[in-house]
């Protein structure tokens, strides 16, 4: 079967990738390994970054700038106005706040009133302050940022309902690649582009392929979660280093329950503790950035996951998303779910040395690949 594109990995990258390039008359497939929803991708904290979190550091540089326009692009997608149509995707949170306390909130306040910042964070007057900020205790400053918060489980849902039967599952002991073609079990494919948008999965692949670059780097993470009746927040604790000190996004369960996803610097420093140590850390932040919150009575779990990113000097954050191109193979490493867009849009720039085949390809009469749940749906509570 000849192809113009072939995509493995069906998480947000692959996903995106794939509508945006059927959208452009080519004819693409995807193979997935094990679920489509991705491993990063559903576990993720769905916050479409606009980069002002960044800006923060002073490197308003090239991460600032690159994911400005993200918020935009996909904000015109939740209303059904852009590139894909992702009406049917449950919008968490219009907003996320960045909270401050002590010195560090006057210093907050120079930085937010400075003309570059005033459009991007508005700070919220102590009337208007949300949930569980709206306490005496609360000394700090909030400020608001228009950048929404998805639910990762109906955005996935969303793409994978519209990829339709493009997408197959596939054992990768069945894979083999040839000079021109792709075996799959006793199918050849000829594909003119080949795009890894594995994850983690893509070191394995440009093996096969025996390609030694590009090179990848794992950041871990040490994520906590925390269930029982909470409020739903979407907020950044922030402190006087590059990353929050604690980021909470809030994930409802049935029963009108939520769940307190927390990343930050509490998940970044703390992949070296036990599940048992880093809850116990978790609650020790919690209860010195929230005092006057009930702990009691929450089920709590972690989640050790690797964030699959290009390898950088110093394993450093990627600035940008990261496309590569070795002949006729691509590799993606999109470094947010914010940056898809950013990734198809450099994906179809690769492809448009030449036209369209525009032939119809329907899915390879494979296994359809099941939807990844949710890290709170699998994890062992405590
Ligand atoms: C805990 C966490 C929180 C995050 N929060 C945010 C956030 O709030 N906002 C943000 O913008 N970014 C966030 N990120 C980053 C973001 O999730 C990732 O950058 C993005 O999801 C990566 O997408 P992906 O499609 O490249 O990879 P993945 O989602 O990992 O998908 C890769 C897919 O490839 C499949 N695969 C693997 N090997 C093979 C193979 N050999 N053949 C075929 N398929 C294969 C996997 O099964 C998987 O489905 C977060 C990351 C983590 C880990």
Not at 120 to 138: G, I, Y
Not at 178 to 201: N, Q
Not at 266 to 278: H, I, K, N, T, W
Request: aromatic residues 6%.
């Amino acid at each position: 079967m000849n192809l113009d594109l072939l995509i493995f990995g069906g998480g947000i990258a692959g996903l995106w990738t794939l509508l945006r390039a059927r959208q452009a008359g080519y004819s693409v497939l995807l193979l997935e390994s094990r679920a489509l929803g991705g491993v990063q991708s559903i576990a993720s904290q769905g916050i479409i970054h606009g980069g002002t979190k960044y800006a923060l550091t002073g490197r308003l540089s090239e991460a600032a700038r690159a994911i400005g326009e993200m918020p935009g692009r996909w904000r015109a997608c939740l209303e059904g106005k852009g590139e894909l149509n992702l009406s049917p995707v449950r919008l968490l949170s219009p907003h996320q706040y960045l909270w401050s306390s002590g010195s560090l909130a006057s210093g907050l306040a120079g930085f937010f009133g400075s003309r570059a910042m005033r459009s991007r964070a508005h700070a919220v007057p102590r009337n208007q302050l949300p949930p569980p900020f709206d306490q005496a205790e609360f000394h700090g400053a909030l400020y608001r940022l228009d950048e929404p918060v998805l639910d990762t489980a109906s955005l996935m849902a969303t793409l994978v309902e519209q990829a339709g039967g493009l997408c197959s599952l596939y054992a990768p002991g069945e894979l083999s690649f040839g000079a021109e073609s792709v075996r799959v079990g006793d199918r050849e494919l000829k594909p003119r582009h080949i795009l890894l948008a594995a994850g983690a999965g893509n070191a394995r692949l440009l093996e096969s392929l025996g390609l030694r670059h590009p090179k990848m780097q794992r950041r871990p993470l040490h994520m906590v979660m925390a269930a029982g009746a909470l409020p739903p927040v979407y907020a950044h604790a922030m402190e006087a280093s590059a990353n929050p000190r604690i980021t909470i996004t809030s994930h409802p369960l049935a029963g009108g329950e939520w769940v307190w996803y927390l990343g930050g610097n509490l998940a970044e420093r703390g992949v070296d503790r036990s599940p048992a140590e880093q809850i116990r850390v978790a609650r020790r932040e919690l209860g010195e950035l929230l005092p006057w919150l009930d702990l009691s009575g929450l089920k709590w779990a972690t989640l050790k996951i690797d964030r699959a990113e290009v390898a950088t000097p110093g394993g450093r954050r990627p600035d940008d998303a990261f496309l590569g191109r070795e002949g006729r193979v691509l590799v993606t490493w999109p470094t947010k779910l914010a940056f898809a867009p950013r990734v198809a849009d450099r994906v179809l720039e690769a492809l448009s040395d030449s036209a369209p085949s525009g032939s119809p390809v329907a899915g390879l009469p494979l296994e359809r690949a099941p939807l990844a749940p949710l890290p709170w749906e699998v994890v062992q509570w405590s």
